[in-house]
């Protein structure tokens, strides 16, 4: 088992000196017990903790550090930052992406030597790169199955570039903060601004756009009735889909006449490091959503008020209310059918919120799935 325990503050018989030992290597500070002894002390110390919280491999002197160098140190350190809830989060992928790039183009060139003329060279790699995908191509003669790859469009949009380049300069200002490169590198990339809207070659989107009302009301039959409540809770409170699926009569404030719902995870919450109570995600809820919340609520505060389980089980109560005759003897032993993992869960995962709304507008003759239900009505 690791020693925990900090290096201690010592005295050097033969040298007659302050001296400690970290990772087998004494370190003189000095007079015992004198200011400057102690302040070496603490300093080595805050050195050594950091080191061993974000451990660096040492640099080489006399060989310069390389783009891929570089790229494998800051993913060692993107895969323990970039954590929630013990799992990585989006944001790993993203850079994984914007460093794809980076390595293919200028891999084995020194950190050092990276200039914005590069980032640009980059920058324009992405405007012209080919989106595809494999597809199964079937021989009509003679049946054989093929795969081809298929170009789906053709270069990244105009805010995915600068995110991405917004990265890249992340990567680098990190190799500054953790001395891997010099701090010149970083100020010249800084320089490199944005690709600006009709400035460019690069791909533009339409801005995403809220569902309209008329879609949401026709599909309401088609779905479940608990993803039914799931649908107006989010549209009434204009909360995110990640709100409703967790929702728990625990974390709202039934106080008052309008109810508090402070969510325990939430998207943004490593913005507020210092737990300011005013920084607080709080999701208001007036007399529609408790109509629609109080059949819901558990006995337990602490259950999830959209219960899978619990829908399942209304479902089956209301086909054994609605069935006739009595079931056959080969019906009864027929094994039941196929029900999807999210029914076996005590909560709804937003991936099984979002297929459960996209088979309603299938059935309802909408191929394409919701972006946003708006901020509330």
């Known amino acids: 088992m690791p020693n925990k ?13 302050a001296v400690v030992t ?10 015992y017990d004198s200011p400057e002894s102690w302040e070496n002390y603490h300093r080595l110390i805050a050195e050594f903790l950091a080191a061993r ?24 350190f993107t895969k323990g930052y970039y954590v929630k809830n013990g799992k990585p989060t989006s944001e790993v992928a993203s850079i994984k992406l914007a460093l794809c790039f980076v390595r293919r183009h200028y891999g084995r060139r020194s950190a050092r030597s990276f200039r914005p003329k590069h980032l640009k060279a980059v920058r324009e790699a992405m405007i012209v790169h080919e989106i595809a995908r494999k597809v199964k191509v079937v021989d009509e003669a003679t049946g054989e199955v093929t795969w081809e790859r298929k170009v789906i ?10 995110k991405l380049i917004g990265r890249v300069k992340r990567m680098f200002a990190w190799g500054v903060e953790e001395d891997l490169v010099p701090v010149s590198v970083h100020q010249r990339l800084q320089r490199v601004r944005g690709l600006r809207r009709g400035k460019s070659a690069a791909r533009e989107t339409r801005r995403v756009q809220p569902v309209s009302l008329e879609h949401v009301q026709a599909v309401l039959p088609l779905v479940p009735p608990t993803i039914r409540a799931m649908i107006e809770l989010q549209l009434l409170c204009g909360g995110r889909p990640q709100d409703v699926v967790q929702l728990k009569a625990a974390d709202i404030d039934m106080t008052g006449p309008v109810w508090e719902y402070r969510p325990s995870l939430y998207k ?30 558990p ?8 219960s899978p389980r619990r829908s399942e089980a209304m479902r089956n109560a209301d086909r054994r209310e609605k069935r ?22 005590e909560y709804y995962p937003v991936a099984s919120f979002t297929q459960a709304v996209q088979r309603g507008l299938r059935l309802l003759g909408q191929p394409t799935g919701w972006r946003s239900l708006g901020q509330g009505l």
């Not at 325990?5 to 000196?17: G, I, M, V």
């Not at 970290?22 to 007079?31: A, S």
């Not at 469009?153 to 600068?162: L, V």
């Not at 005013?278 to 109080?294: F, H, K, S």
Request: hydrophobic share 30%.
């Open 5 to 17: 325990k900090n290096p201690s503050y010592r005295f050097h018989k033969a040298r007659k000196c």
């Open 153 to 162: 469009r053709k270069g990244m949009t105009r805010k995915c570039i600068n």
């Open 268 to 297: 943004t919450e490593h913005l507020n490091d210092d737990a300011d109570p005013d920084l607080e995600r709080v999701v208001y809820m007036g007399p529609r959503c408790q109509d629609i919340l109080r059949p819901l609520l």
């Open 53 to 76: 919280r974000e451990p660096t491999p040492p640099v080489p002197t006399d060989t310069p550090l390389t783009i891929v160098e570089l790229i494998a140190r800051y993913w060692r």
């Open 324 to 345: 006739v005759s009595p079931m056959t003897p080969s019906q009864a032993e027929r094994k039941p059918k196929w029900r999807s993992k999210a029914a076996l869960r």
């Open 299 to 306: 006995a337990d505060p602490n259950e999830y008020i959209f």
């Open 22 to 31: 970290i990772n087998g290597r004494d370190h003189y500070l000095g007079e």
